[in-house]
């Protein structure tokens, strides 16, 4: 059975940090980019952060660089998304996804083949 779980959501005041957490089960590992994408209330899903399973390439989107890290231990098949200095505007229901091979498509919502459930993330002025 394929599964995506996130864990590390939480309630956190502007300007504190969480790390996520996205396990991975039942698939190849090495062939997937795992990414994470948020949806904020009335908004459209966004794609923040990727990392290739294969050579750790990464990505960010403008709205989180510089303050958000992603990271991945192969060994566990678990990715990590270090959240810090975080705002208001990060409010958000975060999912990871995989995506086959590298992080050009993560963000391209029928690409992806496999969706976590998702962690709310709240973060308070």
């Known amino acids: 059975e394929v599964q995506l779980v996130e864990s590390g959501g939480g309630l956190v005041q502007a ?6 957490s996205c396990a991975a089960s039942g698939f190849t590992f090495d062939d997937y980019a795992i990414g994470w994408l948020r949806q904020a209330p009335g908004k459209e899903r966004e794609g923040i952060s990727c990392i290739s ?3 750790s390439s990464t990505y960010y989107a403008d709205s989180v660089k510089g303050r958000f890290t992603i990271s991945s231990d192969n060994a566990k098949n678990t990715v990590y998304l270090q959240m810090n200095s975080l705002k208001p505007e990060d409010t958000a229901v975060y999912h990871c996804a995989a995506v086959p091979g590298d992080c050009s498509y993560y963000h391209t919502e029928i690409l992806i083949h496999y969706w976590g459930q998702g962690t709310q993330v ?3 002025s």
């Open 15 to 20: 300007g504190g940090s969480l790390r996520l």
């Open 53 to 55: 399973s294969s050579d």
């Open 122 to 124: 709240t973060v308070s």
